[in-house]
């Protein structure tokens, strides 16, 4: 008894200790690493690693040193705050959904070869509870062919949508893109969007024989709708999750659409001329990151994304040869921007244009995808 008793006491100190200082971990960022990727490491999520650094932008830089989870002597063990958070979540709608009531809805998903609950959950940014309590799945096995229901976000248009003439895409209230089409010409363009000719073409640094079927252009200083006030009510308030990482690739969008038409040169600087991997690396030195000189060096760069979860800013690269030789920046709708030395400048292409389609060789992505900013009620539980 004179043995154990000290003993007791030793670990009833140690145990006090302990959990009065509380846990603190930590993460040093590695070359290509974003906080997407380190959230997905560690089971937590972007928004909570930016409070836990007070971030306030995304831009993580290599050997920076990130508090990844934090825990206290306030703080109950994770399987009460689990079960605390959940019952929280059940009775109370405002603390479990981010997203207005109404701004959802159901889609059908048919399962395929390779699909994983996981997998689809990424897809479409909805949790893997989510997806099995939608569907009344007690465990994670899904088979082929089997049909899910899921609750997804209702997307909203980047842009209002413009009738006569088709945009191809449009990065602000004052310019568009348009994509001649055959019987057009610089008149007809000009008098739809009420500007003159001269300024057309002078916004496209064009010639008359430069207007060809097929050619991308854009439409300069369209006049702003003034839209009507209204009274900012609390759904609006709460469509404002986090708007960051949107705000980033709205950069990166309209810092690509801003070199349009320049003319190719291999090397080219970005001034007057420009080549493939420095468009791409002068758009994204507009976010804060650095990107390697060549494509075959920016493919090694940032997370491999499937195909068809290639979302706005990603990058897409292409094999020459047989090795990585040229690199687009995905701007929606299976359209990229890229400098062409096939048409001698900046131009937009099609994913499913033949040569792009059979030589594609995969998707990078440097931003946080936007699924990770739309958060609902089975965020706390999926941890």
Same mark, same amino acid.
């Given at each position: 008894?004179?043995?154990?008793?000290?003993?007791?006491?030793?670990?009833?100190?140690?145990?006090?200790?302990?959990?009065?200082?509380?846990?603190?971990?930590?993460?040093?960022?590695?070359?290509?690493?974003?906080?997407?990727?380190?959230?997905?490491?560690?089971?937590?999520?972007?928004?909570?690693?930016?409070?836990?650094?007070?971030?306030?932008?995304?831009?993580?830089?290599?050997?920076?040193?990130?508090?990844?989870?934090?825990?206290?002597?306030?703080?109950?063990?994770?399987?009460?705050?689990?079960?605390?958070?959940?019952?929280?979540?059940?009775?109370?709608?405002?603390?479990?959904?981010?997203?207005?009531?109404?701004?959802?809805?159901?889609?059908?998903?048919?399962?395929?070869?390779?699909?994983?609950?996981?997998?689809?959950?990424?897809?479409?940014?909805?949790?893997?509870?989510?997806?099995?309590?939608?569907?009344?799945?007690?465990?994670?096995?899904?088979?082929?062919?089997?049909?899910?229901?899921?609750?997804?976000?209702?997307?909203?248009?980047?842009?209002?949508?413009?009738?006569?003439?088709?945009?191809?895409? %449009?990065?602000?209230? @004052?310019?568009?893109?348009?994509? *001649?089409?055959?019987?057009?010409? $610089? &008149?007809?363009? =000009? /008098?739809?969007?009420?500007?003159?000719?001269?300024?057309?073409?002078?916004?496209?640094?064009?010639?008359? %024989?430069?207007?060809? @079927?097929?050619?991308?252009?854009? *439409?300069?200083?369209?006049?702003? $709708? &003034?839209?009507? =006030? /209204?009274?900012?009510?609390?759904?609006?308030?709460?469509?404002?999750?986090?708007?960051?990482?949107?705000?980033?690739?709205?950069?990166?969008?309209?810092?690509?659409?801003?070199?349009?038409?320049?003319?190719?040169?291999?090397?080219? /600087?970005?001034?007057?001329?420009?080549?493939?991997?420095?468009?791409?690396?002068?758009?994204?030195?507009?976010?804060?990151?650095?990107?390697?000189?060549?494509?075959?060096?920016?493919?090694?760069?940032?997370?491999?994304?499937?195909?068809?979860?290639?979302?706005?800013?990603?990058?897409?690269?292409?094999?020459?040869?047989?090795?990585?030789?040229?690199?687009?920046?995905?701007?929606?709708?299976?359209?990229?921007?890229?400098?062409?030395?096939?048409?001698?400048?900046?131009?937009?292409?099609?994913?499913?244009?033949?040569?792009?389609?059979?030589?594609?060789?995969?998707?990078?992505?440097?931003?946080?995808?936007?699924?990770?900013?739309?958060?609902?009620?089975?965020?706390?539980?999926?941890?």
């Amino acid at each position: 008894m004179c043995i154990k008793y000290p003993y007791l006491i030793t670990m009833m100190f140690l145990c006090t200790f302990l959990y009065s200082e509380g846990v603190i971990q930590y993460h040093y960022v590695k070359k290509g690493e974003t906080l997407s990727s380190i959230s997905k490491r560690y089971g937590t999520t972007v928004h909570q690693l930016k409070k836990l650094n007070n971030l306030k932008s995304s831009v993580i830089q290599p050997k920076q040193k990130l508090i990844v989870k934090k825990s206290d002597a306030s703080e109950p063990s994770k399987g009460n705050t689990l079960a605390k958070e959940s019952k929280t979540a059940k009775e109370n709608t405002s603390v479990k959904v981010s997203v207005p009531a109404g701004h959802y809805e159901t889609i059908s998903y048919t399962v395929k070869k390779g699909d994983t609950l996981e997998g689809i959950s990424r897809r479409y940014g909805v949790s893997v509870a989510k997806i099995k309590k939608t569907n009344n799945l007690k465990t994670s096995t899904i088979k082929i062919g089997q049909t899910l229901k899921i609750n997804v976000p209702k997307k909203e248009p980047l842009i209002p949508e413009v009738t006569t003439p088709q945009p191809i895409v %449009g990065v602000s209230t @004052e310019r568009i893109y348009y994509r *001649i089409k055959k019987g057009d010409t $610089v &008149e007809s363009i =000009a /008098s739809q969007y009420n500007i003159t000719p001269e300024k057309l073409k002078e916004a496209n640094l064009m010639s008359d %024989g430069d207007f060809k @079927e097929g050619v991308t252009i854009v *439409i300069p200083s369209l006049p702003v $709708v &003034e839209e009507s =006030a /209204s009274i900012i009510d609390q759904d609006d308030m709460e469509k404002e999750i986090v708007k960051e990482t949107k705000t980033l690739r709205d950069i990166v969008l309209k810092e690509s659409f801003n070199f349009l038409n320049m003319p190719y040169r291999l090397g080219g /600087s970005g001034n007057s001329s420009i080549d493939c991997s420095t468009l791409v690396r002068r758009v994204y030195e507009k976010v804060g990151i650095k990107l390697p000189n060549t494509s075959s060096q920016q493919f090694k760069e940032g997370e491999p994304v499937r195909k068809e979860e290639i979302e706005e800013g990603d990058l897409v690269f292409f094999y020459r040869k047989g090795s990585i030789g040229h690199v687009g920046i995905y701007i929606g709708d299976n359209f990229f921007i890229h400098a062409s030395s096939n048409e001698k400048k900046v131009t937009i292409a099609s994913l499913e244009n033949s040569y792009f389609k059979r030589n594609f060789a995969g998707a990078r992505r440097l931003l946080p995808s936007k699924s990770l900013f739309v958060k609902g009620e089975e965020d706390v539980i999926s941890k």
